[in-house]
């Protein structure tokens, strides 16, 4: 089973940029299409961006043009580059396949706050 670790939430300003990181633990990370997930206080958790083997990206239209999925497939790692954040953007961030195939991680909390 591939282990998940989600990384680089924090507290930041509205407006500001953060960068998150999911390391997988297996090299089975380059077959699948990976995606970032969130979940806001008393909401389910929901697909935001997806990234395909070949690097082609996807996104919800409520993060289209301020956030930015990439992936290393050397050293299995998804990233997630957040510019331009807003208060709404306050969640829990998760990473996981398209297909949510793998455990749950911790996830990584992200708190936009003036």
């Known amino acids: 089973q591939v282990q998940l670790v989600e990384s680089g939430g924090t507290l930041v300003q509205p407006g500001g940029s953060l960068r998150l990181s999911c390391v997988a633990s297996g090299s089975i990370f380059r077959l699948y299409t990976m995606a970032w997930y969130r979940q806001a206080p008393g909401n389910a958790r929901e697909l935001i961006a997806s990234v395909t083997t070949g690097g082609v990206p996807d996104y919800v239209d409520s993060v289209k043009g301020r956030f930015t999925i990439s992936r290393d497939n050397a050293d299995n790692t998804l990233y997630l580059q957040m510019d331009s954040l807003k208060v709404e953007d306050t969640a829990v961030y998760y990473c996981?396949?398209?297909?949510?195939?793998?455990?749950w991680g911790q996830g990584t909390q992200v708190t936009v706050s003036s």
């Open positions: 996981n396949t398209k297909s949510e195939n793998w455990w």
